[in-house]
């Protein structure tokens, strides 16, 4: 069988029956009508969770990316200097409330102005 051969012609759907099958095979083969246009509409209804998760979705993105921004606009840090922020979180110096709210003003104050540089939002 040649795939190339074109006597196949392009292919029908099920309800296409050619001019040439003969009334017996017709009355046999139930043939499938299809509906006026008019009759037929199709709707999409969504849900006003689904679209609420899709804002919030939406707000999770940006916020990724605001922090994507913000993590590689900040320089590297030594290893030193690592070895060290890691120790203080092992025992517990981040988790006081006023060293984290003085750390958060330093944070925000030194990565805004950056993201505003490189055309990000800040909030």
Request: glycine residues 4%; aromatic residues 4%.
């Given at each position: 069988?040649?795939?190339?051969?074109?006597?196949?012609?392009?292919?029908?759907?099920?309800?296409?029956?050619?001019?040439d099958v003969?009334?017996?095979?017709?009355?046999?083969?139930?043939?499938?009508?299809?509906?006026?246009?008019?009759?037929?509409?199709?709707?999409?209804?969504?849900?006003?969770?689904?679209?609420?998760?899709?804002?919030?979705?939406?707000?999770?993105e940006?916020?990724?990316?605001?922090?994507?921004?913000?993590?590689?606009?900040?320089?590297?840090?030594?290893?030193?200097?690592?070895?060290?922020?890691?120790?203080?979180?092992?025992?517990?110096?981040?988790?006081?409330?006023?060293?984290?709210?003085k750390?958060?003003?330093?944070?925000?104050?030194?990565?805004?102005?950056?993201?505003?540089?490189?055309?990000?939002?800040?909030?």
């Amino acid at each position: 069988m040649n795939v190339n051969d074109s006597s196949f012609g392009p292919l029908r759907p099920a309800a296409y029956r050619p001019a040439d099958v003969d009334a017996k095979d017709q009355a046999a083969t139930p043939r499938t009508e299809a509906a006026p246009a008019a009759e037929h509409t199709d709707r999409i209804e969504i849900s006003q969770e689904a679209r609420e998760a899709s804002a919030s979705q939406d707000q999770i993105e940006r916020e990724v990316e605001f922090a994507r921004r913000a993590l590689y606009s900040m320089p590297p840090l030594s290893e030193e200097r690592a070895e060290e922020l890691v120790d203080q979180l092992r025992q517990g110096h981040y988790n006081a409330p006023d060293v984290l709210l003085k750390l958060s003003e330093r944070l925000s104050n030194e990565i805004a102005p950056r993201i505003s540089e490189a055309g990000g939002e800040t909030s």
